[in-house]
Nanobody
Framework: QVQLVESGGGLVQPGGSLRLSCAVS????????MGWHRQAPGKERELVAH???????LYLDSVKGRFTISRDNAKNTVYLQMNSLKPEDTAVYYC???????????????WGQGTQVTVSS
C-alpha cells in the first residue's frame, strides 16, 4: 500500500504565499517523477509543476517565476512553494508520484486526495 498525504492548503489573500507538502509512505523502493496538478471548478486538471529524481523541473507557464517545486528524497516528500498568488490559482491541488515497489518492478502512478487552495480578498 502507498499513501500520498498532502498538507498546506488554505485561504490566502492575493499576493500572499502558501507552501504545499506531499509525503509518500508505504511500500516504496524508489520514486521517479513527483508532481503537482490542480483542478479548478468546471475546468480540466492541469499539470502545475513536476520534478524528477535528479532535480529537473517543469512548470506551467502561468506559474513560472511564482511557484517553486522541490523534493526531499530522504523523506519521500515533494513541496510546492507558491508566491504572489492570484485568484486564478484557486483550485484543488493534487500531488502525484511515479514509483517502484521493488527493484525490478514497473513504475506505478499514485495520487493524493487533494488540498484546496483559495486565493481571495
Amino acid at each position: 500500500q502507498v499513501q500520498l498525504v498532502e498538507s498546506g492548503g488554505g485561504l490566502v489573500q492575493p499576493g500572499g504565499s502558501l507552501r504545499l507538502s506531499c509525503a509518500v509512505s508505504g511500500s516504496v523502493f524508489s520514486i521517479d517523477v513527483m508532481g503537482w496538478h490542480r483542478q479548478a471548478p468546471g475546468k480540466e486538471r492541469e499539470l502545475v509543476a513536476h520534478i524528477t529524481s535528479v532535480g529537473s523541473t517543469l512548470y506551467l507557464d502561468s506559474v513560472k517565476g511564482r511557484f517553486t517545486i522541490s523534493r526531499d528524497n530522504a523523506k519521500n516528500t515533494v513541496y510546492l512553494q507558491m508566491n504572489s498568488l492570484k485568484p486564478e490559482d484557486t483550485a484543488v491541488y493534487y500531488c502525484n508520484a511515479e514509483l517502484r515497489h521493488y527493484v525490478h518492478s514497473t513504475y506505478y502512478d499514485y495520487w493524493g486526495q487533494g488540498t484546496q487552495v483559495t486565493v481571495s480578498s
